[in-house]
């Protein structure tokens, strides 16, 4: 029926090679806990639990009060269910995907096209660029987790250049004499010697490549073996994605790249041309609807140098400045809100005590999506008093300008996040 407007999600599970496996993944914890028929395989990743519309996992509908359909097929013929401004802005379409990820093996060296570059690469590489849009990304740590964010402070990666001879044996000497020359320059000079660098790596013949990482890879071993820390050139780490990516150009990114370690609730938000990639943990994502990625490492799939060291941000910036700090609401002490200086998505994380007995979601102009990651509740809206069980692992939808209230069934905390656009 047409007047429902909040309901429950099944959603979309995706089991990449990346991902953790059995019930290490807090995407199979999450899925078993919402669907007590779920049968978790221990011996298959679960690297992905997708939320939206995305034409390659289209949520569907768990409501016998609605016919059968996706969620992309239900706001197809319900529009105004977006909001205005939103329907508005994106022809009628849900902006964001909402994701929860568990990453086990290293997950590309990457980073995302804004809209000019996206449209310009969809036309000539459709098969590689599948569609005309942006891809901003926000990701918020459920569990510690670690990724590679920004280029690092230039003086860090001279150290790295100095420790590391295999490492500068690859950039060359002219590229390393231009990087620590620039450091009493303009930032326009940084950012030219960056660019020279980190170009002259990522176009390094395969040949040299491996050969430079074996030296690396067996200094680093012996070393350890013999009880001296390799921590000062990230030797744990270097030899673990050489595990995982034997002989990749893109293990050497770490001397490139912020190393970031979250701690649950804290962030990174992955702008347009910003070089990244995802190391390990369990995090929630939200992202505009898209799949263009620009990769060049530590991946099986396609790699576009060219592509990347051409359109990359190569301004420094300590790993502090990439953490992205969430505002508390003054109008709600258990939630905060992770706004990015892009209109496709927010998120919003709630976190309510078990002394509460019932807590009111906001109504907000936008549809939204609603996760909960830890608690038991019902949910029920002003329109619909009919009762909606949520669990872990529970998902809701809820149309623009609706207003849910969630009776805590248990009195332990609840964790909740929450995408939606805020125009």
């Known amino acids: 029926m047409a007047s429902q407007r909040v309901f429950p999600l099944s959603c979309v599970v995706q089991q990449y090679a990346w991902g953790k496996v059995g019930s290490n993944s807090e995407v199979a914890c999450l899925l078993a806990s919402s669907d007590p028929l779920a049968q978790i395989s221990e011996d298959k990743p679960y690297a992905e639990l997708w939320m939206g519309t995305h034409p390659r996992g ?43 990820l568990s990453v086990e093996t290293a997950l590309s060296i990457q980073a995302h096209p804004n809209k000019e570059l996206a449209e310009k690469l969809h036309l000539q590489a459709p098969q590689n660029y599948p569609d005309a849009n942006h891809k901003p990304e926000m990701a918020i740590a459920l569990t510690s987790f670690q990724g590679l964010c920004g280029f690092r402070p230039v003086e860090e990666i001279v150290t790295f250049l100095k420790k590391v001879p295999e490492f500068r044996s690859l950039i060359g000497e002219d590229a390393t004499a231009q990087l620590k020359q620039s450091m009493s320059g303009e930032p326009g000079a940084v950012a030219s010697a960056l660019r020279n660098c980190f170009s002259h790596l990522m176009k390094s013949e395969k040949k040299e490549v491996v050969e430079q990482l074996n030296l690396l890879v067996k200094r680093i071993s ?27 150009i893109g293990c050497f990114a770490i001397y490139f790249l912020n190393l970031l370690t979250l701690k649950p609730g804290e962030a990174m938000f992955l702008e347009a041309n910003v070089p990244h990639a995802y190391l390990k943990g369990d995090c929630v994502e939200c992202m505009a609807c898209s799949d263009n990625t620009v990769r060049a490492g530590l991946t099986p799939k396609f790699i576009d140098v060219p592509t990347l060291c051409e359109m990359l941000n190569y301004t420094p910036t300590p790993s502090k400045d990439r953490l992205f700090t969430p505002t508390r609401s003054p109008d709600d002490p258990y939630l905060y809100i992770y706004d990015p200086p892009v209109p496709d998505f927010t998120v919003m994380k709630m976190e309510v005590p078990g002394s509460v007995t019932e807590y009111k979601v906001l109504a907000l102009d936008s549809a939204s999506i609603l996760l909960m990651v830890q608690g038991t509740v019902t949910a029920t809206t002003p329109t619909v008093q009919t009762e909606i069980p949520v669990q872990r692992g529970g998902v809701l939808f809820i149309g623009a300008n609706e207003s849910v209230s969630l009776k805590l069934t248990v009195p332990k905390d609840l964790l909740i996040f929450r995408a939606c656009c805020l125009l």
């Open 222 to 248: 012996q070393q350890v073996s013999a009880g001296t820390s390799m921590d000062d050139i990230c030797g744990s780490l270097l030899l673990q994605l050489h595990q995982q990516y034997p002989g990749d």
């Open 58 to 100: 289209d949520a569907r509908i768990l409501d016998n009060r609605i016919s059968q359909k996706t969620l992309g097929q239900w706001i197809a013929d319900n529009q105004d269910c977006l909001g205005p401004k939103v329907k508005d802005t994106f022809n009628g379409k849900l902006p964001f995907l909402f994701k929860v």
